[in-house]
Each structure stands twice: as structure tokens, then as C-alpha cells.
């Protein structure tokens, strides 16, 4: 039986990688050299006490106080996971996806070659993936989501959940993402919405020095719509948005 590491490799563009590919930690690292950060945010993702906690106390804790200490968010984003990891052979994607947790639940229906891959640029979090969320369908990658190394129309969904807003130039990697999802596949985003308490010049200063992107309350839909995603629907709870659609 074909491993899913061997699977990820196999759908990898060669065309798009230019180093040689090292498996020694568990994953597959098609970047090498680490470079310097340009921001405090993404500094922090890459800080192994970060990755330790991230998935237990960091995010929770994160996404709760963007949706005013709410569990919208959470609840939503909980269904949304188990619908696109739904029974089924198929290949998905999971865009910065830290140490791994959503995607080990989106391989749990998998079936046949179905595989979900995570990727994501930050060793400490693939390691922690590596460990605590391994899986017979589940494979990591260490990329750049600007420069996704697959051809187009690889993947039958992908999901970007509570890390779009972190990237720089994110709706550059809108752009590939939708570049490497099939007709017809399915698109989900988790990110940051413009509201009346986001627009005020504490959270816009806060923002700037930490590189957090909060978005225009129509600035995805607008920009996977002339990407060529149709069937959008966005749902909004706090600070926080899904955008989900398909590919036409």
C-alpha cells in the first residue's frame, strides 16, 4: 500500500519545487533554507513553544475573542470540517495548517486514495503535526502558500482556516489555491472581517505592528469570485468570516 507521504510526492509539481526534497522529519520539505520573517505574527508561528500550545490554548483563545467570546465561530468552522472530510476518495488540502489537528479530522472519512494534506512554512508546527496528528491518509508538506508546488486543478477542496490573515499579500494566495482546486471543488476560508469595533485606530494600530490583515467585509468574496469561484456564501460571527464556494 502506497503511504501518504508517497502520495503527497506524487502529486507534487516538479516543475515548482527547486531544492531537493527532505523527508528526514516526518514531512516533506520543499523550502529548505528558513528566512528571515518579516512580521511578529509569523516570527511567533515559527517559535516551538507557540507550536506546543497553539492548537490547545493559542487559537481557541484567538478565534473566542474574535467572535466576542462567542463559540459561533468554533461551532460553524466544526461542521464545515466534518463536511468537507465526508466520505469519500478524494484529495484535500489544507493551507497553513499548523500542528495538524484539522487536517487528521478532514482524512477521517477519506476513503479509497483520498488523502489530506497540510501545509504549512514553519518547522515546529509540522513537527508538532508530525507528531501528535500523523494519519494512514494524512501527509504534511513544508511550503509557501504563495507558491503552492502542485499543477493546476489537484485538489477536490482546500480549506484555509484562522491563517489567511496572518500572510503577507493573502489574496496573492487566494489566487493559487483556487489555481489548484478541480471544477467543481470546494473552497473554505476562515479569516478576519471589517466591523465597527475593527475599524477603530487601536485595532488598526495593533494590527499594522503584528501583521494581522483584517479584510474588507467583501474583499475575499470579491477576490475568489474573479478567481472563478461561484456559489459563494459568507457567514459572519464577531471579527471573524467563513467564505466558503465552489470552483466553476
Not at 20 to 34: F, H, K, P, Q, V
Not at 141 to 157: E, K, S, Y
Not at 174 to 194: N, W
Request: glycine share 10%; charged share 20%.
Amino acid at each position: 500500500m502506497t503511504s501518504a507521504s508517497e502520495q503527497a510526492r506524487a502529486l507534487l509539481d516538479p516543475s515548482r519545487i527547486h531544492v531537493t526534497i527532505d523527508d528526514s522529519a516526518g514531512y516533506l520539505d520543499i523550502l529548505g533554507r528558513e528566512d528571515e520573517l518579516p512580521t511578529v505574527s509569523l516570527k511567533a508561528m515559527r517559535n516551538p513553544v507557540v507550536a506546543a500550545i497553539y492548537e490547545r490554548l493559542w487559537r481557541p483563545a484567538f478565534t473566542r475573542a474574535l467572535s466576542w467570546g462567542g463559540r459561533g465561530a468554533a461551532d460553524y468552522g466544526a461542521k464545515l470540517v466534518e463536511r468537507i472530510g465526508r466520505p469519500g476518495d478524494r484529495a484535500i488540502l489544507d493551507v497553513a495548517c499548523g500542528p495538524g489537528l484539522h487536517t487528521k479530522r478532514l482524512a477521517a472519512g477519506l476513503t479509497g486514495d483520498g488523502i489530506s494534506i497540510g501545509l504549512d512554512f514553519s518547522p515546529p508546527m509540522l513537527a508538532r503535526a508530525v507528531a501528535d496528528n500523523s494519519g494512514d491518509r494524512v501527509a504534511y508538506i513544508r511550503g509557501d502558500a504563495h507558491h503552492p508546488p502542485f499543477a493546476d486543478n489537484t485538489f477536490d477542496a482546500f480549506v484555509c482556516l484562522a491563517a489567511l490573515w496572518l500572510i503577507p499579500d493573502p489574496l496573492t494566495v487566494v489566487d493559487q489555491l483556487v489555481r489548484v482546486t478541480k471544477p467543481g471543488g470546494e473552497i473554505a476560508i476562515f479569516a478576519t472581517v471589517r466591523t465597527f469595533v475593527s475599524s477603530g485606530p487601536i485595532v488598526n494600530f495593533t494590527a499594522q505592528r503584528t501583521g494581522l490583515k483584517i479584510f474588507g467585509r467583501h474583499e475575499l468574496s470579491d477576490r475568489l469570485r474573479s478567481a472563478g469561484v461561484v456559489q459563494i456564501e459568507q457567514t459572519i460571527t464577531g471579527e471573524t468570516q467563513y467564505v466558503i464556494g465552489r470552483r466553476s
